[in-house]
């Protein structure tokens, strides 16, 4: 059973900067989709940014493009999201997600409901 855990939200001001981590139990992310995600209070879960783990091709929420990124270290057992210039709006958990693809598979989920594996979720706070 995959496993992810997140780490690394807290409390900031308007303007900083945090780096969120997911590290995933086995050597999955090679051979899947990774996604940030994230949840406002009273709001639906959002789709962030997504990394393709084989090759590395990223996708963006339209909104966030300039301010956050997705990556994953060089052993593919972790993904993070460096988040910088940070808003008040950006306050929510975030979740890690994880969807394994069949060997050269090209599905992009996309859907909260296309990800199977999902972490705990961390907690963000952006004091204005």
């Known amino acids: 059973q995959v496993q992810l855990v997140e780490s690394g939200g807290g409390l900031v001001q308007t303007g900083g900067s945090l780096r969120l981590s997911c590290a995933a139990s086995?050597?999955?992310?090679?051979?899947?989709?990774m996604a940030w995600f994230r949840q406002a209070p009273g709001k639906e879960r959002e789709r962030v940014a997504t990394i393709r783990g084989s090759e590395g091709s990223t996708y963006y929420a339209d909104s966030l493009k300039d301010r956050f990124t997705i990556s994953r270290d060089n052993a593919k057992t972790t993904v993070y999201l460096q988040m910088n210039s940070l808003k008040p709006e950006d306050t929510a958990v975030y979740y890690c997600?994880?969807?394994?693809?069949?060997?050269?598979?090209?599905?992009?989920?996309?859907?909260?409901?296309?990800?199977?594996?999902w972490g705990q979720g961390t907690q963000v706070t952006v004091s204005s």
């Open positions: 997600a994880a969807r394994t693809l069949s060997t050269g598979s090209y599905y992009r989920p996309r859907n909260v409901r296309d990800f199977g594996s």
């Open positions: 086995g050597r999955i992310i090679s051979s899947s989709v």
